[in-house]
């Protein structure tokens, strides 16, 4: 991959052994912004390997959007000389190298205490279901929140899990963020990092961090499901005259003024202030007559097209977006003129956009093709620990070391 | 707040000039690692300060939770002297300081080329809505991904809103990545950062890194609305006997042999393998013979209560979760078992369990409670910039700065 000399993060090796979102979103944050991340799966992938959705070739979709711009190893994980290049791999990593990024689990050769006999300054962030050990993942976590059962249509029985699995893309930032704070802790000190991080705990972090658990502590209540609307101010989807749908959100003061005027309710909403004894410049009494306004803006939204909403409301304050599905986000060519997206050519897949880090800053990097699985092993082997090509072959038709 | 000495960042000085979800939760997540992190808000505080939740006093939930471990200043963002006090606080912060973390847009005098000309190696992270300006919140991002439409029930038609703002919450993750990494850069090289971070960069790269971006591009066509199935693999929700909800999920080969063996289904569906002429320990045939495998499962949750289900599937590699409501969560005392958890006093909320850092590393503090709005004014420009009382309560009595 074309890593810039100044990327923000140039220099660094981190040894990547992860499987599904969390790890390898974590490694791949990282090597967007310049690190070298070797990802070391056992010699015929791991359990993600051909994870759906699939490119016709079998090539998983999944697999290669998350492993952009890493280095593939692979190695017998069974073998003790497998797992000893690892061992290897670590110690020869150089100075800003000894990182490993994992959610093996019960694995003993990749765990703290045995890798950091090889670097006692070793960063080892450990990725787990809960903290205790006990695996989960981002669906069974999401379980436990409390947000399925006030997702979804208001008065629908049961709960709305989530397709986007937010808590493992919280957790893989999350453990970017833990190791490039242990990476500073050890520039300064010397001194290695030894990090957990349990899927259940980000998603209670994050529901706390957003104020949902004082909520229930503290109302003793659960929120209601309230469909599309934003809890606490104003914002709902509306249906346009041509079908299409629009979310429209008045976040503050000036947004509502701005929607008031720009579908020319501004005297029809003074008039139901009064009526209500409301005032809408607050987001709370916005919220508390949410529906009401949203009735009377409902038929302004039908009676247009899009096409009419837009040009009314570009120009004035009012957040809104179309609903758009991925469908359309591929068809109509966004994805082509975002600059966060490059045209790469993924081996198995073709040609495909793909983002970089969405981190714009000097030297980070545009998006660069996965590797196909093993593909650098001999290359990592010979260059950092220095074999020779005979022994990377006799490593392989010995089974230790998968093939290129 | 308790930082340790040897927090991973300790001795960092962040000024957070923010609102809302992202940047607030970027620099928390930075703090709870032991940086300083010094938030200035407008006197009488931002447009997020009064939001809901509200606690009886009228003390925001939302606001609080988002602003833990930081220091409060509050300044006149009008008055050109505020503004300055803003550039004297980034110049005195030394060496491991000149770091701004902010969302506000269009206010020239936080903007990278003002601040940079009083430190040339600032570090400067903006948060806005699209990377060409123009604004946008979490809501109508979301929209424009696709997530809405494919989350829900089988068979409804229209979108299906996020409850969890979770591209604010990615945003806020991704921006403690990039200070972090320009804080690495700035340690090697000495030079600084301008870094933007544009939230519908983060809801479009992360649809990217999921695979959802190829697999729109390769297939041409939208992925179905499946409900609460599991794409690609096995899980779904059941009901129980006893009225409650569970989510089950094999991803793995030995999941589900453990599943089918636990249900006492090992034969039946080996049968109907045999019929489907499918195989169940490929995750794709799980996944297409979706209904039939669950339609067989259902009667065994729904003849057998939550502690049954429990007891049978403890010590099976199935992965499952209760459905739990927030009010579950701290009705339950599970805010007090979590070790993630502790009970602080917030002011004008009360005594309330709440979440440090779900990255467990030596040196990371527990949580502490977020400032009263303007607290710390007079002992950061007392500390920090050597005032005198007298200076400050002179600058409270022109109104340039907010008083605590």
Not at 104 to 127: K, N, T
Not at 205 to 213: D, P, T
């Amino acid at each position: 991959m074309a890593v810039h000399e100044d990327a923000p993060l140039a220099g660094l090796t981190v040894l990547e052994v992860s499987s599904f979102v969390a790890a390898p979103l974590g490694g791949m944050t990282l090597a967007q912004l310049g690190a070298q991340v070797i990802r070391i799966d056992p010699i015929g992938g791991g359990p993600d390997w051909r994870r759906w959705p699939l490119a016709p070739s079998g090539t998983s979709l999944y697999w290669t959007a998350l492993n952009k711009g890493k280095r593939s190893v692979t190695l017998s994980f069974r073998a003790p000389e497998g797992q000893r290049l690892l061992g290897d791999l670590l110690t020869a990593s150089g100075h800003d190298g000894g990182i490993v990024l994992t959610n093996a689990i019960g694995q003993d050769w990749l765990s703290h205490s045995a890798l950091s006999r090889l670097r006692p300054d070793l960063i080892h962030l450990q990725i787990q279901g809960h903290r205790d050990g006990r695996a989960a993942v981002a669906y069974t976590v999401n379980a436990a929140t409390g947000f399925p059962l006030i997702t979804g249509p208001e008065g629908l029985d049961g709960p709305v899990n989530h397709v986007l699995p937010a808590w493992d893309v919280a957790c893989g930032l999350y453990a970017a963020v833990g190791l490039l704070a242990a990476v500073r802790r050890r520039e300064r000190t010397g001194v290695g990092s030894e990090i957990t991080l349990a899927l259940a705990d980000v998603a209670l972090a994050v529901a706390g961090h957003l104020g949902f658990l004082a909520e229930a502590q503290i109302s003793g209540a659960d929120r209601p499901r309230i469909g599309n609307h934003l809890y606490g101010s104003l914002g709902r989807d509306f249906q346009t005259a041509d079908g299409k749908r629009v979310m429209v959100v008045a976040l503050t003061r000036r947004h509502f003024a701005d929607l008031a005027f720009a579908t020319g309710l501004t005297s029809t909403f003074a008039e139901l202030e009064r009526l209500l004894h409301a005032d809408f410049s607050k987001d709370g009494d916005r919220y508390c007559h949410r529906q009401v306004i949203t009735a009377l803006l409902e038929p302004w939204f039908a009676g247009r097209t899009l096409a009419d909403i837009e040009r009314v409301l570009s120009g004035t304050s009012v957040l809104w977006s179309r609903y758009r599905s991925f469908g359309d986000l591929a068809g109509e060519g966004t994805l082509g003129k975002s600059p966060l997206l490059q045209e790469i050519t993924q081996p198995g897949v073709g040609p495909v956009y793909a983002p970089g880090s969405p981190l714009v800053m000097d030297g980070a990097a545009g998006p660069c093709a996965a590797p196909e699985l093993g593909a650098d092993t001999g290359s990592v082997l010979t260059g950092l620990l220095g074999l020779t090509a005979t022994e990377v072959q006799a490593l392989a038709q010995r089974g230790i070391i998968g093939g290129s």
